[in-house]
């Protein structure tokens, strides 16, 4: 047993930012082979809505505090939400390399690498192990959700990554009294709480190190007690600009508010979705799972530290922010993102207690090297399920280019049928309009036009032969399954 152990002390005193470039380099790896695929699977309305922001900033305007959706009708598209910090990132990026699909993954890939930073620190920190920081970070990389979204156009990862690398500060803070820590800390919570409000479930345990950190190290009282009002002015500043946004242009896309009260009929179903399917199954792998099983069982070794106290408050944050958006994360597995760290952190916690009983025990020993065999082939098997699940026709991925042709007037405003979503077929048409499902009446259609709308695109041969709407309709062009009109007034 001499040469494991060898290789744990030797791979425990190795530097943090070696152990740190090998997980950037796994992660690397695994998505090289998806790095220049356009935006396509679950949830792609959410991500053509981040790329559609970012396109709008690259093409019309650089102002972070207007930010354009292109769903917006006859409308600038101008609407309230998060802090476009994502967004804007991928929008200067599209100013330096052009607006290409690789542009923006790039742009997603650098920022699960502040992810997986964050998860290796934070983890680290809290359980004193820089194994247990390695663990957290494969963890991370092969949970099924990371696996899939860390390079998709949505900002819930980017602000994880922030949120550990805040909580993180406070916790080095809380150690050594040094106040650089506490006030990156500060700051990283507050970006990570404007890029995505469900980073505020993590503001108990945030609280909880706060007021630890005052009674230990009191002269920086004034200073932590002036830095997170701060922080909480902020965020709440700019919630409060963006639902104004919203009101004022019109444009309700982005969910800024909570749900509550609602029908509770669903609820133990939307429950049973959370806890009982996806946590064990997409938001970690099923090995993971067992790892987050053994550390939770390892809890009961735990004395005197803050991981639980963190937990604990942790779990109350949670709870409300479930309590404000059961309906919205029932349907939008993503949301549960900010709940990620404690499966990840016991999760390591368990990868380190099965590493130190397997220096005694063959059985350990065995789960331990099953579990990490596992772990790099089931997560990522289950995140190419969202690979099978690309709801748009291949043709229309190079829609644009015939819409360019037969209406080369790039100002011209459209009308897409049926996109039930916000912008999906606007965004890869490269237009701005309307999204419009196939049971839209006639007379929204008339609006539209009088709106500014002088072509239509669909995919629904009823909508076009509906009486109330073929004389509306000119054909041009044909596109595999879409059919370009003309749209005229009878």
Known sequence: MGRPSSAWEAIERAPSGALIAALLAVQLVVHLPDLARPAYGAHLWRQTQTLAVARNFAEESMNPLYPRVDSGGASSGITGMEFPFVNYAIAIAYKLGGGRDVTARLVMLGFSFVTITGCFVLAGELLGSTIAGAAAGLILIF???????????????????????GLTGLLVWLRTGAPRPLVCGLAALTLAALIKVSASAWWFAALLLLVRGTRAHARERLLTVGLALLGVATVGAWYVYARYLSRAFH????????????????????????????????????????????????????RGGVLLPMLAAYALGIALFLVAFLPAIKIHDYYMIAGLPPLILLGALGFETLRVRAASSRAAACALIALCGALPVVGPYRALAERRAAPYRPELLTVESEIDRVAPDRAARIVAVSDDSPNIYLWFMHRKGWSMPDTVEAGTLERAIRGGARYLVSESPAFEARPDVAPWLEPLSRHGAFRIYALRRP
């Open 251 to 302: 444009n309700h896309y982005f969910r800024l508010e909570p749900l509550f009260p609602y029908p509770l009929g669903p609820v133990p179903g939307a429950l049973k979705l959370i806890f009982l399917q996806r946590m064990p199954e997409l938001y970690i792998s099923y090995p993971e799972f067992a790892l987050f099983v053994i550390g939770v069982v390892a809890l009961r070794g735990l």
């Open 143 to 165: 949970s099924p959700m990371f696996f899939f979204y860390s390079t998709a156009a949505i900002p819930d990862f980017p602000m994880l990554g922030f949120l550990c690398l």
